[in-house]
């Protein structure tokens, strides 16, 4: 029988659905490891998609989206993050999944390096492995609070690199990067002639400064943009995203969506058309709610004397176990499950940096939170 492809079998898993399928065997778990909202979505979206079904809207539609969907994220794009594009720059895909895959596509090649923040999502390692392109961890550290060290980023480059992954509100962390940071990191891409692709998933749950987009400080057409509705809207099964590319990709992009997954969904996508140009009040009820939940959940571990980076974005709570998990978080975390009935997230899943660390969601109802976190061991 011949083998699966080298590079496949060399491809890391991912270790939260490793401890997600663990936690679903066991009843009763209290599952805070997976970056799930806990919002329902709007009745109108649900309906929208639910018409185009009974319609019988489920033929192919246009590679890049419908094109009312198209024109909403073009007026979305404008209103709220200050960027300009037009409908050719505008790409819907099945999630901010393949949005990042195909990000990585368009500019790596085989040997090629991405630089990858580490803690970073577990996809942006998994897909370069995928497109046998090589990852490079920059390491964001506690003491920086989990901001970049430029210079030792800019160390990292080397001549095979060609793009930098810039995920701001970070998934795993909750942290972001400011203007300040972000001006920086675009004057080292353009220094050293790099893509840059930026995960944007979570840009609209910030918890201070507002959230900038890269793409408003780039004047030489290098950034690729990935959004999703699904953080936002309460919609990751419907698995509606899009990719912004710079200006007059269009020949590419038609081929490269046709050889990936033709289109996404009519349905799917009149749902989030739904969702983007109607009212957004349930984008301000979730906001409040892991605002909430975030507050209660930082008093309640600050009672148990644990560690946490403070949050500034996203829906998540980076969480310092270093003192009971003995070097194997991993570990550490299977040993949790068993014992305390709570599946977490280990931080070895993001990278190596995460060692030590958990990665909490608090986007479910709020007393199995905090019934999950006084399970965790406090300091001796």
Known sequence: MP?????ISAMPGSGVRHILELALRRPDTIILAVGEPGEVVEPRVRDEAAAAWREGDTRYTPNGGILPLREAIVAKLARENAMDVDIEQVWVTVGATQALH??????????????????GYTTFTMSAHLLQAVPVGYPLRPERGFQPDLAELGDLITERTRAIIVNTPSNPLGSTFDRETLVALMDLARRHDLWVISDEVYERFTWGEPHVSPATLDDSGRVLSVFSTSKTYAMTGARVGWLVTPPGWRPTMLRVQEALVSCVDAPAQRAALAAISGPQDSVMRAGAHYRDNLAAAMTQLDAQGIRYLTPTGAFYLWIDVSHASAGDVARWCERLLDEAGVAVAPGTAFGASGEGWIRVCVASDRASLLEGLRRLPSPA
């Open 3 to 7: 083998e699966i492809a080298p590079h």
């Open 102 to 119: 195909m990000a990585m596509a368009l500019t790596l090649g085989r040997g090629d390096e991405v630089l990858v923040p580490d803690p």
